[in-house]
Every structure is written in structure tokens, then in C-alpha cells.
T-cell receptor, first 115, second 112 residues
Framework: GAGVSQSPRYKVAKRGQDVALRCDPISGHVSLFWYQQALGQGPEFLTYFQNEAQLDKSGLPSDRFFAERPEGSVSTLKIQRTQQEDSAVYLC?????????????FGPGTRLTVL | GDSVTQMEGPVTLSEEAFLTINCTYTATGYPSLFWYVQYPGEGLQLLLKATKADDKGSNKGFEATYRKETTSFHLEKGSVQVSDSAVYFCAFYGGATNKLIFGTGTLLAVQP
């Protein structure tokens, strides 16, 4: 079946622009995570949804970052007034439930470059 | 706080050599442990996992054993291939929402 998909795959933004990154999780998956991966680093947690509820946003680096999942499926990560330090790969992952043994399945990521 | 320490790369090996990539973690309790792999130009893929102490995860010839006493989850493979060249990430579930906590990754380069 289809995996996690993300769009766009690449995004170039001028500093100060707003961007929106989309994630389509695996159908029926309850849990959805966003991670940020800087060059040469491991992914770092941004936020978590259980269905449409955003249960953890402790990893969002500033109030310029906003995420939503209004119908419990597709999610959008929005970054307002982008800064150069926002340049990174943004990864989305989904898992069937919220179990401690569930596997998270990752999308290919969106590479954001802020000029 | 929760963290993962991974062996720094790059690790360069000849084909058929033995591989070990060390991973230790600091966590509350006994979380599920994972190795993810990122092949060039591709997304993160689960390589193997272990959900409780002394469990051994295995896949594609790779193995890792959950060692509670040493808080370690070292990745091993008896004979690497050129196609194993990738970045390997050790990770575990942290917090109430089971977010993944990753190490910084280890680049493996296998030469023919």
C-alpha cells in the first residue's frame, strides 16, 4: 500500500516568506509526528497529533511554527516569516496507534532552503 | 534528559568486513529501541527494533541486542556489502507520546 507522502519535496523561500508543508500519512494511522533534520544531524521532534488533536508541541522552536491536522488525516506544517536557521529537512511520520511498540513510518521529507 | 550517543563516523570498511556501530542511550524506564537507515537520496526506513530487555532485533543480516544493564543497542553485521552504504540512526521512544529521540547518525561507507 501507499506509504507516507510529503509535498513539496523541495522548497526554496526568501527570508521572511511564509511556507506550508504537507504530509499525507498512511491511511488509518492515528498518530502523526513532525521532525526537523538539520544537515548532518539526527531528526528532532517538533510536534505530535493523535487523530486531529495536537497533544504535544513542545518541540516547535518558536511561535512562527504552526501545525494542524483538522480532519485527523492530512497534516500541514506552516512556518511564518522564515529565517535562515529554518533551513532543514522536515520529516513526517505516522504510526497505527500510540503504542510503545508501534513502528513509525517516515515520508521522504521536504527540504526547505531559506535564502 | 533523554538522549542517544552514537559512534561518530564516517566508518569506512571493505566489503565482507565485520561491522559494529555503537549506541548507548539515556532514558527514563525501558523504552523500545530502534535502528533506522537512510540510503542516499531516500527517506528514513526502519531497519530493526527491540521492545524489551534482552530482545534481539534482526533484519537484512543486521542484529542488535537490547542491553538494559549497559543501556546499549549496538548494531552489528557479519559481512557488509557495498549496498549497505548509508547513514544509520539509533533511536528510542521518549515521553508520553512516544516521540523518537535520535542519535546524530553514523555514515557507513563500504568499498568494493
Amino acid at each position: 500500500g501507499a506509504g507516507v507522502s510529503q509535498s513539496p519535496r523541495y522548497k526554496v523561500a526568501k527570508r521572511g516568506q511564509d511556507v506550508a508543508l504537507r504530509c499525507d500519512p498512511i491511511s488509518g494511522h492515528v498518530s502523526l509526528f513532525w521532525y526537523q533534520q538539520a544537515l548532518g544531524q539526527g531528526p528532532e521532534f517538533l510536534t505530535y497529533f493523535q487523530n486531529e488533536a495536537q497533544l504535544d508541541k513542545s518541540g516547535l522552536p518558536s511561535d512562527r511554527f504552526f501545525a494542524e491536522r483538522p480532519e485527523g488525516s492530512v497534516s500541514t506544517l506552516k512556518i511564518q516569516r522564515t529565517q535562515q536557521e529554518d533551513s532543514a529537512v522536515y520529516l513526517c511520520a505516522s504510526s497505527p496507534r500510540q503504542g510503545s511498540t508501534d513502528t513509525q513510518y517516515f515520508g521522504p521529507g521536504t527540504r526547505l532552503t531559506v535564502l | 534528559g533523554d538522549s542517544v550517543t552514537q559512534m561518530e563516523g564516517p566508518v569506512t570498511l571493505s566489503e565482507e568486513a565485520f561491522l559494529t556501530i555503537n549506541c548507548t542511550y539515556t532514558a527514563t524506564g525501558y523504552p523500545s529501541l530502534f535502528w533506522y537507515v537512510q540510503y542516499p537520496g531516500e527517506g528514513l526506513q526502519l531497519l530493526l527494533k527491540a521492545t524489551k530487555a534482552d530482545d534481539k532485533g534482526s533484519n537484512k543480516g543486521f542484529e542488535a541486542t537490547y542491553r538494559k544493564e549497559t543501556t546499549s543497542f549496538h548494531l552489528e553485521k557479519g559481512s557488509v556489502q557495498v549496498s549497505d552504504s548509508a547513514v544509520y540512526f539509533c533511536a528510542f521512544y521518549g515521553g508520553a507520546t512516544n516521540k523518537l529521540i535520535f542519535g546524530t547518525g553514523t555514515l557507513l561507507a563500504v568499498q568494493p
